[in-house]
């Protein structure tokens, strides 16, 4: 005799429908009694509860004047049927749940000192995203902001926060803030005690960064004489510190070194420029939701970061 093969292929939607029915039928002892419970007349429950049967291969319940049972089959099938919906609930759970929490990783990249920025948008903005998805995982990098663009292009990180220079067409740049950055020197170099006139700068000893630069930065270095090189703004600060350099450092960052005497801005109206600032993801990039709600926070923050970065210098002259 050949043996029946139930469900031949994938278990259809009127498989799980016959299999609702089958459920209530056995939960309420019978078809009459799942009548009020399904919706459905004793005729109706008696037709899915025919093609089920005959789905399966098997014989699920026995009626007759002495009441109704279930096969020993039917019990087996009731046990895998409320597995299986038990599962489908699960299912159904977990993804409502997921338009109410993120979950995931967040790779992100950020350029050197940003951290001292009085503007703590990225701040702010990691800390709302840590606030609406608990689950996040926060993935910090701090790099060169040569090879966060490229870390963004290929996928390794989400979203970066660079400098406005050279960056490829193929990346979005949301605007963040102009950070102000100032001549300075040490402690104990020659000029902490003086004031000397910015024509005089061209013959000291400078820092200068070896990554690119803004148009404006890049026509305030070409003033110096650069007999040393830094490939971030960490880097310079040491050579400056010496007190054997001068050289351009952001002004937040140099904030704390000033209040204590170490480092002192040199021709203030005349030696500074501005970097904008901005947060890079792929044009093309694929729909993510937890990248989404950071983005989303960091929207919040306003344009008046890139206003105040810009009144700060307003008035004065940048070269």
């Not at 660079?162 to 300075?184: C, F, I, M």
Request: net charge negative; glycine share 10%; proline share 6%.
């Amino acid at each position: 005799m050949a043996r029946h093969q139930a469900f031949p292929g994938r278990v259809t939607d009127f498989d799980i429908r016959l299999l609702r029915v089958f459920r209530a039928v056995a939960e309420c002892g019978g078809f009459s009694a799942a009548e009020a419970e399904l919706g459905l007349s004793r005729s109706a429950i008696s037709l899915h509860m025919g093609d089920l049967e005959r789905r399966l291969g098997l014989r699920l319940c026995r009626r007759g004047r002495a009441g109704f049972s279930l096969t020993e089959e039917g019990r087996e099938v009731l046990e895998a049927t409320e597995t299986l919906l038990a599962s489908l609930e699960t299912f159904r759970t977990e993804v409502n749940a997921l338009h109410d929490h993120l979950r995931g990783d967040f790779n992100i990249g950020i350029t050197d000192t940003l951290v001292t920025l009085p503007r703590m948008r990225i701040t702010h903005a990691l800390a709302e995203l840590k606030a609406s998805g608990p689950e996040v995982r926060i993935n910090m990098q701090m790099e060169p902001p040569g090879e966060i663009a490229r870390a963004v292009l290929d996928g390794r990180l989400h979203l970066g926060v660079v400098p406005d220079v050279n960056l490829p067409a193929s990346l979005e740049a949301r605007p963040l803030y102009h950070e102000v950055s100032r001549l300075y020197c040490g402690a104990g170099h020659p000029l902490f005690r003086a004031d000397p006139a910015p024509s005089a700068l061209g013959e000291l000893d400078a820092v200068v960064p070896s990554y690119p630069l803004p148009e404006g930065a890049r026509r305030q270095h070409a003033r110096l004489h650069a007999t040393a090189t830094a490939s971030d703004r960490e880097g310079a600060a040491f050579l400056i510190l010496t007190g054997a350099y001068i050289g351009y450092l952001p002004e937040h960052q140099a904030a704390s070194w000033v209040a204590e005497g170490r480092l002192r801005p040199l021709c203030p109206d005349d030696c500074h420029f501005l970097t904008p600032f901005v947060a890079i993801t792929r044009r093309d990039r694929r729909p993510n939701r937890v990248l989404d709600a950071f983005l989303e926070a960091l929207g919040r923050g306003g344009d008046e970061d890139v206003a105040a970065g810009e009144g700060e210098t307003a008035g004065k002259r940048c070269y």
